[in-house]
């Protein structure tokens, strides 16, 4: 080949490289036109695989992300070359451990060929697995982290990777990551003007703002208002955003001149506040309002403010009457009775608290010295009730934060007193980031009792009222019941019909219900004569045990009328004494006995009821009736003793009884010189224990 010739196909050989990389530029530019039109990120990947996959001729190209934990990767996107099988459904939640390749450092592609004999086991059997000669591996690398990794993947042949082709899949690979990232940024950037938006178009008394200022012109103007806008200032959004200087003419000229000097200061500070008045279009009303922004420069000829607006009219007007109310007080002064005036000072960067005034009344009122107080103000604060503490605290971090006014009531330690103490108090912040309270206390003791003593007295009439009402409607029912009884019966045994044997045992009927309504009344006439304090105790010796065997004898037949043969009645003898005489009122003791028993039998199906007494004190006998019954919840044990009391509604109804038994019990024990209570568990039984003195017991 002579020279011409050589120079020729040398050209040629340029001419072909040339018009390779051309191609090679256009795939790039066409990925990046795919991506920077990107609406959706999956869809447009998809749509740039394809077009770097059929330029290659591969047969797989893949997207693998890291999970958000960084523990696993899953292929996200895939595109397959004609007669190729997908297997992107297998690649989800890989643990990063399974996938060798996954850890490559900085920017640098791998190639693997599954005949290169040098192959790391691990790869080999992964490449192995899924059919593949040869791949080049893409680190993603965003925000310098590696979040993923692209891969190209030939299953037919062990393809040679050249350079040119490493240098354009390279290229394609950080196109597709940084459009990645673009995504993710917008998206955030998208949540964060969405949170932005909700939050400035629900701004309770108040609304967002942007102003960008050019301080070379000193032209500035709106570019953002939320829809809060006109209801806080009177003020149109459009015209405001169209006419900077629509915006500021309702403010007072004094505040307007001190607004735009702090608008303009932008060198010497990144954050400014203050107050202004404004005249409220709609309403004609002064309004005052408090702008704060935060500061930042765009650029050296572009400053932008971010901020809010915050209609503060009723705070400011609440400040008036507070300083008219603080200057009444003041007059007031060391004579404030019941009460006296404070300042109270909260630094905000270091969190230190103090007094720095108390009115001549202060020691009168807390206990504590105006001089301690002023040097130490934990001193004051440790003698709040520790229940009343959190409270407090929350109130002052929320006056801090809002600055606002405050009431408070709370129990305070005045000596070896608990008081009652109202605080009141309006906080404001100074120039020097203190916050300043002026209040007063005021001792609310006698009131805070009285309200507490009217509450309980209404409660307990409340609750007389219904228990009596309850009282009077079982009442009826247990009268009516005996009484309905004996009238329906005597109509029967009038008829000449009845044989002797059924006539008998209609007497029988009639006989029991009477003596059911005597009872009854006689129950009636005990709690009359207990609350007028007409019953009499009568004294005299008695024969424990004899009384003792006597009661066992007629509640045995008790039992047995009443159809009660699954009890057994023990009359316990283990703490009895020999020839065991007292000086007592037979009757009321055996009629407690006769109540507490004849209760264990109605609340009892089963099992048994024991009765006995012992001897604890010389001059005292302990008595005791336990059953197997129904029991009672611990709340109840504390309540069945009052009159007209009984612990569930649906048992009154199931068991019937007035509720006077145990009342009636408790008084005559009380009238004996004893006492009564109960041990009981629900669902197991009940055990009531009552004392009596020996001898004549005095007035109790």
Not at 64 to 86: L, M, Q, R, T
Not at 90 to 119: A, G
Not at 265 to 285: A, I, W
């Amino acid at each position: 080949m002579n020279q011409t010739e050589q120079r020729i196909a040398h050209l040629e050989e340029e001419v072909c490289a040339l018009n390779a990389r051309l191609e090679r530029q256009n795939i790039v530019v066409k990925v990046l036109q795919i991506m920077q039109s990107a609406k959706n990120l999956l869809k447009a990947m998809n749509e740039a695989l394809a077009v770097i996959g059929n330029y290659t001729g591969v047969s797989r190209v893949k997207i693998f992300e890291k999970s958000a934990d960084g523990n696993s990767i899953s292929n996200i996107v895939e595109w397959c070359n004609e007669g190729i099988e997908s297997n992107m459904e297998m690649l989800q939640n890989l643990p990063i451990d399974t996938v060798p390749w996954f850890d490559i450092p900085d920017e640098k592609e791998r190639f693997y060929l599954s005949d290169d004999q040098t192959l790391a086991p691990k790869i080999a059997e992964v490449m192995a697995l899924h059919q593949i000669k040869s791949i080049l591996v893409f680190p993603m690398i965003s925000d310098g982290f590696n979040c993923g990794f692209a891969d190209f993947n030939d299953c037919i042949v062990s393809r040679v990777w050249d350079e040119n082709d490493v240098e354009l899949l390279k290229h394609i690979s950080q196109i597709l990551c940084a459009t990645k990232r673009r995504f993710k940024a917008e998206e955030e950037l998208s949540d964060e003007r969405d949170r932005l938006r909700a939050i400035g178009d629900n701004f309770p008394g108040g609304s967002l703002f942007r102003i960008e200022l050019y301080p070379e012109t000193k032209y500035l103007h709106y570019t953002y208002l939320s829809e809060t806008w006109p209801e806080v200032t009177g003020l149109d959004i459009q015209q405001s955003l169209a006419d900077p200087v629509y915006s500021f003419n309702n403010i007072l000229p004094e505040d307007r001149k001190i607004l735009m000097k702090r608008v303009f200061d932008f060198n010497n500070t990144q954050n400014y506040n203050t107050e202004v008045r404004m005249n409220h279009t709609p309403s004609g009303e002064l309004r005052w309002l408090q702008i704060s922004a935060h500061i930042y420069h765009a650029s050296e000829k572009h400053i932008i403010y971010d901020g809010f607006i915050l209609d503060i009219t009723a705070r400011k007007h609440a400040e008036q009457e507070l300083l008219k109310e603080r200057n009444r007080l003041q007059s007031i002064g060391d004579n404030f009775p019941d009460g006296s005036l404070f300042r109270f000072e909260i630094n905000t960067q270091t969190g230190g608290m103090r007094f720095v005034y108390l009115s001549g009344t202060w020691e009168k009122v807390t206990g504590i010295s105006i001089k301690e107080s002023l040097a130490d103000s934990s001193k004051v604060f440790a003698l709040i009730l520790p229940e009343h503490m959190p409270k407090f605290m929350e109130e002052i971090e929320k006056s801090v934060v809002a600055l606002r006014h405050y009431f408070i009531e709370i129990q305070f330690y005045k000596g070896s007193e608990v008081r009652w103490l109202l605080l009141s108090s309006h906080p404001k912040k100074n120039a020097e980031d203190i916050v300043v309270y002026d209040g007063f206390i005021l001792d609310i003791t006698a009131r805070k009792e009285a309200e507490i003593a009217l509450i309980h007295a209404k409660e307990k009439a409340e609750e007389s009222d219904k228990l009596k009402s309850a009282f009077l409607a079982n009442m009826s029912h247990e009268i009516l019941t005996p009484l309905n009884g004996i009238i329906g019966f005597l109509d029967f045994i009038t008829s000449d019909e009845l044989e002797p044997l059924q006539k008998q045992e209609y007497v029988n009927i009639i006989n029991s219900s009477a003596a059911q309504l005597t009872h009854l009344i006689n129950d009636i006439i005990d709690v009359s004569k207990i609350q007028s304090k007409q019953m009499d105790i009568l004294p005299v010796p008695v024969d424990v045990n004899q009384l003792m065997k006597e009661t066992h004898i007629f509640f045995k037949k008790y039992l047995q009328i009443n159809k009660k043969e699954n009890i057994m009645l023990k009359l316990d003898k283990s703490g009895s004494i020999n020839n065991c005489t007292t000086i007592v009122d037979p009757t009321r003791l055996r009629q407690v006995l006769n109540i507490l028993i004849s209760n264990a039998v109605k609340f009892t199906d089963k099992g048994y009821i024991r009765f006995g007494y012992r001897q604890p004190a010389p001059d005292m006998l302990e008595f005791v009736v336990e059953d197997t019954g129904i029991g009672m919840k611990p709340l109840h044990t504390e309540i069945i003793f009052e009159a007209f009391r009984q612990i569930e509604s649906d048992s009154t109804r199931y068991y019937g009884g007035t509720g006077l038994g145990l009342n009636i019990a408790k008084s005559l024990v009380h009238m004996m010189g004893g006492d009564i209570w109960v041990e009981s568990t629900e669902g197991a039984g009940s055990a009531f224990y009552f004392t009596i003195r020996d001898g004549i017991p005095e007035d109790r």
